[in-house]
């Protein structure tokens, strides 16, 4: 099956920095999303992206399908963007997770 | 906004038991799936289903089935419950097709003892 890979696993932030989350995937997938897991477990949707670049707020996630991989942006960073970012691939309706990049956003 | 419930947040049940972790969505949707998520390992595939009373096997089905009876509700049992089993389990559901996002809920986090 399809391999997800995410890097880096984990990145500790000073509130205002940015960042960049990377994901890449070992075959062509019919869409590619990204999650964010809060503190309590729950996943929240943020992008699903098979390709190109889409913006939501101070978010941003770009997929270049041909090469295989997705990045995902966060800008001006804040403590409550802290959790596990998941990226997934779907290949034959079934999404796959990569085992994700751990994020803590400090004051 | 879609609604995936599960019934239980915390459960703890003893080695030998059958146990039914039960998921409910409120829009219709034609997919749900079950995921188990592990430290080191994310999440993978249990179960999935496309519709009522269809199933498909995901990655790692050994020691769990599925039910769909009703288009929104998606029930994962394990047959004899066992401590590797101790685990979050989450479930989510989507729109037929390739172009939408999954909606999960909030988890059940399970301990086998």
């Known amino acids: 099956g399809i391999q997800v890979e995410q890097s880096p696993p984990d990145l500790i932030l000073q509130e205002g920095a940015n960042s960049t989350l990377r994901c890449n995937f070992s075959d062509s997938v019919n869409n590619l999303q990204w999650f964010h897991q809060n503190p309590w477990g729950q996943l929240i949707n943020l992008f699903y992206?098979?390709?190109g670049t889409k913006q939501n707020g101070r978010l941003s996630a770009t997929t270049v399908a041909t090469e295989r991989y997705s990045l995902l942006y966060i800008s001006s960073s804040q403590t409550t963007d802290s959790g596990v970012y998941f990226c997934?691939?779907?290949?034959?309706?079934?999404?796959?997770f990569g085992t994700g990049t751990r994020l803590q956003v400090t004051l | 906004d879609v609604k995936v419930t599960q019934s239980s947040r915390y459960l703890v049940k003893r080695t030998g038991e059958k146990v039914f972790l039960e998921c409910v969505q409120d829009?219709?949707?034609?997919?749900m799936f079950w995921y188990r998520q592990d430290p080191g390992l994310g999440l993978r595939l249990i179960y999935f289903?496309?519709?009522?009373?269809?199933?498909e096997k995901g990655d790692i089905p050994e020691g769990y089935s599925v039910s769909r009876e009703k288009k929104e509700r998606f029930s994962l049992i394990l047959e004899s419950a066992s401590t590797n089993q101790t685990s979050m389990y989450l479930c989510?559901?989507?729109?037929?097709?390739?172009?939408?996002?999954?909606?999960f809920g909030s988890g059940t986090r399970l301990t086998v003892v």
């Open positions: 829009m219709d949707h034609e997919n």
């Open positions: 992206i098979p390709s």
């Open positions: 989510a559901s989507s729109l037929q097709g390739w172009d939408y996002g999954y909606t």
């Open positions: 997934a691939a779907t290949v034959g309706g079934k999404l796959t």
């Open positions: 289903s496309y519709d009522v009373k269809m199933k």
